[in-house]
Nanobody
Framework: VQLQASGGGLVQAGGSLRLSCAAS????????MGWFRQAPGKEREFVAA????????IYADSVKGRFTISRDNAKNMVYLQMNSLKPEDTAVYYC???????????????WGQGTQVTVSS
């Protein structure tokens, strides 16, 4: 499956952004979809993931209550709505597809290119 993330940009602290990830190739609906991010000089970290139906979701503690992951299997899309953004949310955000609803990156076998999110203070 091929993944294409978009929607990043520059936003002030407290603002919102919605990231999108378009999937093509194999059956999208069969995959767990996740979002990860990587800030300069830091390890890639988990942000959020949802089950194939979208009914099961997990979030990193740092984004709980602010970010929401969702998916539209009919459109082969997954979204990350990010509200109340903070400067520490600045990173390159990646979408990924895998077989397990987990926060570690190993089970995600497919990765898209990143989209830059910059939050100014």
């Amino acid at each position: 499956v091929q993944l294409q993330a978009s929607g990043g940009g520059l936003v002030q602290a407290g603002g919102s952004l919605r990231l999108s990830c378009a999937a093509s190739g194999r059956t999208f609906s069969g995959y767990v979809m996740g979002w990860f991010r990587q800030a300069p000089g830091k390890e890639r970290e988990f942000v959020a993931a949802c089950s194939w139906s979208g009914g099961g979701t997990i979030y990193a503690d740092s984004v709980k209550g602010r970010f929401t992951i969702s998916r539209d299997n009919a459109k082969n899309m997954v979204y990350l709505q990010m509200n109340s953004l903070k400067p520490e949310d600045t990173a390159v955000y990646y979408c990924a597809a895998g077989g397990l609803l987990v926060s570690r990156p190993g089970p995600y076998g497919y990765w898209g290119q990143g989209t830059q999110v910059t939050v100014s203070s």
